[in-house]
DNA sequence: GTCTATAGTCGGATAGAC
DNA sequence: GTCTATCCGACTATAGAC
């Protein structure tokens, strides 16, 4: 193996031009969630990143093309966080009849890994407002991360909503439920300010995303379950 | 009756200044909420209520007053819209020892209501899209909005659920099944452009209400019922 | 690639006539 | 109370030295 080769299985030394570019990213999610588009000043971006505010500019072309470029990073992040389930519930609905609890199985790990992301992570809770923002007014941006992350996610989880709720995929009132169940989640970002004060809560630590998790797959289990 | 006495009994006739008053804070509600407070310039909100620039500083001292008299017309009206059935929740849950049947008929109600607000009117668009934003970075508006509006009708939804759910006011697991059960509906309003292209709609229409209001109402039915 | 300096624009607020 | 005109600060983007 030449040192090239080596080189480029590892993570690549970066250029000290690479490094900005990704430290301005990383600037750019945090920020860009906490105050807005408008609400975020290139200053404040180039002051987190440590860099200059002329390096905005030069690298992504503007302001507008560094908020791009978070929003890029947002889909690759949840794409390799997301995949492992997304990839294992595509398989099982390609290869085979899945019987009830098999795809109950299957649910479970997608909503209790969505809710862990949404919840749990405190790397993700700029990314959920970066998305949130973006709804509420949505660009390019939106059109990214829609295509990106939202369509294949929510295609396999109204697929399995659909088998265990013995309905066609198509049924409108298949994907009026995905929506009701994916929103018992995101709840908890979308008015987590409102939640944890009715809650007593001051944050959302391991153990209480654990007890949310705990109630979300009895809901789910409830709302899903066959009728008697 | 003197023709003073009728004055006083409909809708006063508003002097010129009250009027402009009254066309910024609509204004303010609508481009506030499209645009969040950084995004949205005096110069737009002026125009939209057909007022010179000069009058929001003149009536109410600044741009921020401007925002803080929206907020509070959010809580006005959202009380006068939900204070018949939190008042009907509230003296039911004095008076007697509300039964199984009871308590879910007036939940029904609390959460039809409360939908229908969220997603069904136009007007309730932008104070939704306001209390979105407003949760996302929480600043003043958001003690008038939450100590105005959320802790009353938490209360009650959540007084209501234990009796249901057989447990006592104070367990966390029911407040935080509280929770999920608002998120449900505020699902779409917070991820409302998501929901509508998956859904496969262009916009929430009455006929639309009613099919994710009768979903709603059976989850809910689902979620507390009693184990068997 | 990174820096300083600055151009050019737009924002909120004010002054003062009416 | 309402208007026009204007100030002043903050912003994004660029130019050009290093």
Redesign the interface.
Known sequence: MTIQAAKRETIPAPSRGEDTRQRLIEAALEIFA??????ASTRMLADRAGANLAAIPYHFGSKEGLYLAAAHSIVEAAESEMSPVIGKIERALAQRKLDRDAAAALLHELLERFSALVIGSPQADSWS?FV??E????GAA?EII?EGI??KN?RAF?KLLAILLKRPEGD??V??????????????H??????L???GWKEFSAARLK??QA??RE?VD??V?PVK
């Open positions: 906490a105050y807005g588009f408008e609400g407002r949130l923002r709804q509420l007014q949505p939106f829609f939202m369509r929510a109204t409108p009132r994907a009026v439920r995905a929506q009701t169940i994916l929103g018992e989640i995101l709840v908890f979308s008015s987590g300010t409102a939640a004060r009715l809650l007890v949310i109630i979300l809901n409830r709302i379950a």
